[in-house]
């Protein structure tokens, strides 16, 4: 059992290299994509600072962008242990930072009853006994019944790693304090025992679904990136990268699509996920033509809430082919279906119909989404409501929604 091993700050600051895994942000780029993961020069360039200024990254934006993703890849690419904390609401300190294994504690206490026995034998009275027991308190309370949470764990650590702090705007604010405190000086200290310094510093980063903003002290501290919805050719390579067995053809059509569906204000935008989904989903039912039946028969691979299969039918013709556009009502292109359809026609067999009712919260994302200004993560600020653009409308008879709820013959 290694003693706890507490190098000064100085020797710390000693161990840290000088230079860094990389040589260059373009080195980044490379090394990341052979692993699969698609960076922009915006992203290197930060992950590049990443590894040579002792900063943490905090990285905010939608869910699936590829925060968590990139952390996981960057411990890859530098040869870094992996550690993780997962944060949630309510978490206490003692599961990112360390806890004393009680149940070890115990068990040495159980199998050495006779010694303690024998410690407390000729105490006078149970003051004294107690006493005695208290003196003998660093031996319970050692590097040995030290239980390390991810932060420690990161610290202590004899091999140089990444430690991803993951959905850190679920945590509270209390915790927050605890890891701006820990990031800061890159030490924990556990009274009983002493204070840890890193002997190797992490790269460190945060990610955030902006569920709550974060506390301007932790954003002062990192490095900060706003990691949004990709550009449509970095998608593109994206999908292509994860060998859907979609052709570059379909999948180009198909991440139009999807990024059309964002511009929609639905209560949970797809993300790049759900585009790979979508692609090996259209992939293994053999297409070979984007159309809108299609995609509405494999809508609920994308889009997972009642209303926001509703928004997307209604939009999905407009998205495969933008001629099929009535601008305004009496405005269109005269095949008289500027109503609205949705209303009048049942929804598509196979669109999955949550479980849950609208306001329940799965995971957090309808807080998220109540708090999140519309089109908070647009990249685009393209078509809304709000916006006075006029919503696309299904107009042409063979792409309108009503022929979604006709029959469900599988275009294969
Ligand atoms: N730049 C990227 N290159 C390759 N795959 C990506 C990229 N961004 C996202 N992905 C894919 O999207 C999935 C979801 O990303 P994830 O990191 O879980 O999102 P987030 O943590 O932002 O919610 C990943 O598992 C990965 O397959
Ligand atoms: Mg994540």
Redesign the pocket.
């Known amino acids: 059992m290694s003693e706890a091993v507490l190098p000064s700050a100085s020797e710390a600051a000693d161990a840290v290299a000088p230079g860094g895994p990389f040589e260059s942000v373009d080195e980044v780029v490379e090394a990341l994509r052979e692993q699969?993961?698609?960076?922009d020069t915006r992203l290197a360039t930060t992950v590049f600072l990443l590894t040579r200024l002792d900063k943490p990254l905090l990285l905010e934006?939608p869910?699936?962008?590829?925060?968590?993703?990139?952390a996981k890849m960057l411990a890859v690419v530098t040869g870094r242990r992996f550690l993780r904390l997962q944060c949630y609401e309510g978490q206490d300190e003692t599961k990112a930072l360390y806890e004393w294994d009680y149940g070890k504690q115990l068990m040495y206490t159980q199998i050495l009853r006779e010694k303690i026995g024998q410690v407390v034998a000729d105490a006078p009275d149970l003051a004294g006994a107690v006493e005695r027991i208290g003196s003998q308190e660093s031996v319970f309370f050692s590097e040995r019944f030290l239980a390390a949470r991810p932060l420690l764990e990161a610290i202590r650590s004899d091999e140089p790693c990444v430690l991803l702090i993951d959905e850190v705007d679920r945590a509270d604010e209390a915790l927050e304090a605890v890891l701006l405190e820990t990031l800061g000086e890159y030490q924990i200290s556990v009274p009983e025992v002493g204070t840890f310094v890193a002997k190797h510093r992490p790269y460190v980063l945060l990610?955030s679904?902006n569920t709550r903003d974060l506390a301007a002290a932790l954003k002062r501290r990192c490095l900060h990136l706003f990691?949004d919805y990709?550009s449509a050719a970095?998608e593109l390579e994206?999908v292509r990268?994860?060998k859907t067995g979609l052709s570059d053809q379909l999948a180009e059509e198909l991440v139009t699509v999807v990024r059309g569906l964002r511009d929609l204000e639905l209560r949970k935008a797809p993300?790049?996920?759900e585009t790979?989904d979508w692609a090996r989903t259209l992939a293994v039912l053999g297409v070979d033509e984007i159309n809108p039946q299609i995609l509405a028969d494999t809508v609920s691979v994308v889009v997972k809430y009642d209303k926001d299969v509703k928004k997307a039918l209604d939009a999905i013709p407009h998205l495969v082919d933008p001629n099929a556009v009535v601008e305004e009502h009496g405005h269109g292109h005269g095949h008289g279906h500027e109503g609205d359809h949705t209303h009048d026609d049942p929804p598509p067999a196979r669109a999955v119909r949550s479980d849950h009712p609208d306001d329940g919260d799965v995971d957090g994302r309808a807080k998220r989404a109540a708090r999140d200004e519309p089109g908070r993560h647009s990249l685009y600020g393209g078509v809304t409501a709000a916006g006075g653009s006029p919503r696309p409308r299904p107009v042409s008879p063979g792409q309108g929604a009503r022929s979604f709820g006709g029959s469900r013959k599988r275009p294969v």
């Open positions: 699969g993961y698609i960076a934006g869910a699936g962008v590829g925060k968590t993703e990139l990610t679904n990691l990709p970095r994206i990268s994860k993300s790049i996920s790979i």
